[in-house]
């Protein structure tokens, strides 16, 4: 459910603004579509359409706005767990409820989804009803034209219609008035009317909710039947009050509209729209028939201000708590009883401390845990006071378990630890937690250079780009033969041994759910590249077979950082 509640945070975050602007957008389509009233249909159908792409785009602009965010008060209702869910760390969080940005989300998925369900119910029942229609014989134009008695008014309908279908009153009109009714519908063909619906389908169903969206998919239907009807008169050589004739003729046909007609172009739909047509019709002479500087000046104005009401704020501008800085003072700030506390430090390995990426810390008995970043470093959040056991594990590596770690109320506690490099299967040393460091159990008594533990504030967990993603296992990857037939099968290249090249080369593997290696990345090579030290690694540790990884006991499929050391003394 936390991912639930996540990506209804984003959307609310981009949605809601996208309200805004595309609000502010359409306000001043319909202020241009008032000033140019007495423009052609054509030009204030393209009002219309820019205002439908501009309601498709999504904020896509990153703004630099540190003093506005609209997200803000959705910022003010995340709890703890929800800040620390937007950090790198991925930890698993309990919560089974749904935010109230989420039961908003899925109502707006389920009115969105429904009314596309509508639309195309309504497009699958009209053309069940012109199954039965018959083609009529060729004409003078490229499109088939079909007749049928389930239609009262010449349409086409799709995206990219190349029919059109007429009622059976067809061959009652007269032959003009057949010619300059298709040409009606061939405009709408020819202007890929189709496209534009199926993009207002689309609209309106995002903005279901919004009044602009309806009013203005309402007068770009109006527009476009003006536009065609315009077409069709220059076309066919007709005077408008002739053509109106034909219009009113076709509307007294007309009795109950069909909600199917919904997707289709219809000459007419309802008859109380076919009287701005006609007035327009017979208004025309006082009209602009073609755009002026002044139309295009609109349109261009328009077009322009797509960009600036496009914009989004960026994470480093934003004033809600989103970057991994943002979300620690937060949880510092936080001075009341019972405050959660962190854990950070660095893992590296014991002899030649090398900073070891992709390291395992887990807590253990709870559910938090950290992987290692590229420079080593970790960062626990979110971790109740009280007294926990560490466990940092490595694929390659001695795994180390440190007992009794404290963690209090608002401070962080550092524990940096470092590795013992094995070629035999994984082993675990018991460490035990002191007052100002860690010692550790060895054959040759006590040493105490692999934690140092002390209490203060944190610094800033690692960005986003450097943070690997955590996955508790139960069980690591585990090589057939331990790590030693990794080493066994290694062949140290001849240009690095005449070199006198020695490390440690660091090969990220991809593992799928059965042990294979299905991608490899290098994270740490040694020289400068060229020796064949990195391909010889993969090839040993692809030589030989893996155990899965698994997670309660199913496999998994993660990233496993894996070392391969090169001594020359291996090769005498």
Not at 492 to 501: E, F
Not at 508 to 530: S, Y
Request: proline letters at 6%; a neutral charge; one cysteine or more.
């Amino acid at each position: 459910m936390i991912f639930f509640n996540q990506i209804a945070e984003t959307w609310a975050s981009y949605f809601g603004l996208a309200i805004l602007q595309n609000t502010i957008f359409l306000g001043l389509v319909f202020f241009v579509l008032h000033l140019l009233r007495k423009a052609d249909a054509r030009i204030k159908y393209m009002i219309g359409v820019l205002g439908i792409i501009k309601l498709l785009l999504p904020p896509f602009i990153p703004g630099h706005f540190s003093w506005f965010a609209l997200t803000e008060p959705v910022a003010q209702s995340v709890t703890v767990e929800k800040l620390i869910s937007i950090e790198t760390v991925v930890q698993e969080i309990s919560m089974t409820k749904p935010s109230a940005t989420a039961i908003l989300f899925m109502i707006w998925i389920g009115s969105a989804a429904l009314y596309l369900i509508i639309s195309t119910l309504s497009t699958f029942i009209l053309k069940l009803s012109l199954e039965s229609a018959k083609k009529l014989p060729a004409h003078d134009s490229s499109i088939d034209l079909f007749i049928s008695k389930n239609i009262f008014s010449p349409l086409s309908m799709g995206v990219f219609p190349n029919r059109i279908y007429v009622p059976d009153y067809w061959n009652a009109i007269t032959e003009k008035g057949r010619k300059v009714l298709l040409q009606h519908e061939l405009a709408h063909i020819e202007r890929k009317d189709g496209f534009v619906q199926f993009l207002q389908t689309v609209v309106q169903a995002f903005y279901f909710f919004h009044p602009f969206v309806w009013l203005l998919n309402e007068r770009i239907n109006e527009y476009r039947e003006m536009a065609c009807d315009d077409y069709a008169i220059e076309k066919s050589s007709i005077s408008p009050g002739d053509y109106s004739r034909y219009l009113i003729d076709i509307a007294e046909k007309i009795t109950d509209p069909q909600w199917s007609y919904i997707s289709a172009s219809a000459l007419i739909k309802q008859k109380h729209k076919l009287l701005n047509r006609v007035t327009y019709q017979l208004q025309e002479g006082t009209m602009q028939k073609r755009s002026t500087f002044k139309t295009r000046a609109a349109l261009l104005i328009l077009a322009l201000l797509i960009l600036p009401l496009s914009w989004y704020c960026s994470q480093e501008n934003s004033r809600v708590p989103q970057a991994p800085e943002a979300v620690t003072s937060e949880i510092s700030s936080m001075n009341t009883p019972g405050a959660a506390g962190k854990i950070w430090g660095q893992v590296q390995d014991l002899d030649e401390e090398y900073a070891l990426p992709g390291a395992n810390i887990i807590v253990k008995g709870t559910s938090l845990g950290a992987a290692a970043d590229k420079d080593g470093k970790y960062f626990i959040p979110n971790i109740p006071p009280g007294s926990y056991t560490l466990e940092f594990q490595m694929i390659g590596y001695k795994t180390i378990i440190i007992n009794d770690v404290k963690v209090a109320a608002n401070k962080a506690t550092n524990i940096n630890c470092k590795l013992e490099i094995t070629v035999v299967p994984m082993e675990k040393e018991i460490v035990t937690y002191g007052s100002e460091r860690i010692t550790i159990s060895t054959d040759n008594g006590t040493e105490e250079v692999l934690v140092t533990p002390k209490t203060e504030d944190s610094p800033p967990p690692p960005s986003k780009t450097d943070q690997n993603e955590w996955k508790k296992l139960s069980t690591s990857p585990k090589p057939t033969g331990g790590f030693s037939a990794i080493q066994k099968n290694l062949r140290y290249p001849n240009l690095a041994i005449k070199a006198g090249i020695e490390g440690r080369v660091v090969i990220n593997c991809l593992f799928d759910g059965e042990g294979n290696i299905i991608d490899t990345e290098i994270l740490e090579n040694i020289g400068n590249g060229d020796n064949g030290c990195a391909e010889a690694a993969i090839q040993a540790i692809k030589s030989v077979k893996w155990e899965p990884a698994k997670q309660r006991d199913k496999p998994l499929k993660v990233w496993v950082g894996i070392p391969v050391v090169f001594r020359l003394k291996d090769t005498k």
